[in-house]
């Protein structure tokens, strides 16, 4: 029951979140001091890519990097800042799925540990069970053998008596 709800609620949350960043990205711009903080970001990030893909297309990497305008350096933070966000929200629902899978598993192998010691200690229980019925048993059969050899005398005793008796009418 839990895990459809989760599940659901994860997909909200996701979903929630893109408005949200919608609403930074639109906010970003507006703000004096985090305007500038990221456009700064922007540059940086717009150096960055450039070089890397100067490297993979092999161009020479020491030529100087023309900056972005400041309103295209504005809205490439924004969609960096929203994107960035939708991002980490995603990835802690996907952090705490997995921390609450292997908690989980982690409950689920305990109890196979348990369960099996349980098998265990039952396995061992029924061997002492057995070992005691098989000497219970094997005094039982000294026991038989005791009286089978005692009956047997008064058997012979007795037949021996009735053979006299026989024998003097």
């Known amino acids: ?14 979903t929630f979140c893109k408005p949200i960043a919608n ?31 100067r490297r993979i297309y092999g161009h020479s990497t020491e030529v100087a990097i023309r900056p972005l305008d400041e309103e295209k ?7 960096l800042l929203g994107e960035l966000f939708v991002f980490s929200v995603a990835g802690a629902a996907v952090i705490f799925e997995v921390q609450r899978s292997s908690r989980s598993e982690a409950r689920k192998e305990e109890q196979q540990r348990l369960e ?6 039952r396995d061992e229980d029924l061997m002492r069970e057995v070992k005691r019925l098989r000497q219970k048993l094997a005094e039982l059969e000294q026991l038989a053998k005791g009286r089978e050899l005692i009956g047997a005398l008064n058997f012979r005793h007795a037949y021996d008596s009735e053979n006299e008796k026989a024998k003097s009418t």
């Open 23 to 53: 609403r930074l990205k639109k906010e970003a711009g507006l703000h004096p001091k985090f305007r500038q903080i990221i456009i700064n970001i922007a540059q940086a990030n717009h150096r960055l890519a450039t070089n890397m893909q």
């Open 116 to 121: 099996l010691e349980a098998m265990k200690q």
């Open 1 to 14: 029951m839990i895990l459809p709800v989760f599940k659901l609620g994860t997909l909200a949350l996701k």
């Open 73 to 79: 350096a504005v809205q490439a933070a924004a969609d």
